[in-house]
């Protein structure tokens, strides 16, 4: 049984730092694709960036250049390092995960989920 457990979120102000991890267990494929979402109050759930299995990346044009996903060596831990954090990056952010090939940008594409982090950025 595939669990994914998020940690690191907390208050920051604008222009500050977080680095999210993401530890996943039960998860022993070699071909998969991690992701980071959010969601904001009375929004929908919006994609933030994706790591295959091939270590390759993708990302919402709204935190290009400024989120870095990446992943442990030992593969069990998927991080989100978010820079220059603004007010309208405030959300619960989760990691999802999915085995296969595919990398796709929408939640309901993602099968394992994990609780939940929440991200503060005050002006």
């Known amino acids: 049984q595939v669990q994914l457990q998020e940690s690191g979120g907390a208050s920051v102000q604008s222009g500050g730092s977080l680095r999210l991890s993401c530890a996943a267990s039960?998860?022993?494929?070699?071909?998969?694709?991690l992701a980071w979402f959010r969601q904001a109050p009375g929004r929908e759930r919006e994609w933030v960036a994706t790591?295959?299995?091939?270590?390759?990346?993708s990302y919402a044009d709204s935190v290009k250049g400024r989120f870095t996903i990446s992943q442990d060596n030992a593969k069990d831990t998927l991080y989100l390092q978010m820079n220059s954090l603004k007010p309208e990056d405030t959300a619960m952010y989760y990691c999802?995960?999915?085995?296969?090939?595919?990398?796709?940008?929408?939640?309901?594409?993602?099968?394992?989920w994990g609780q939940g982090t929440q991200v503060t950025v005050s002006s």
């Open positions: 999802a995960a999915r085995a296969g090939p595919l990398c796709i940008n929408r939640p309901d594409f993602y099968r394992d």
């Open positions: 790591f295959h299995s091939s270590r390759s990346t």
């Open positions: 039960g998860f022993p494929y070699s071909a998969y694709c």
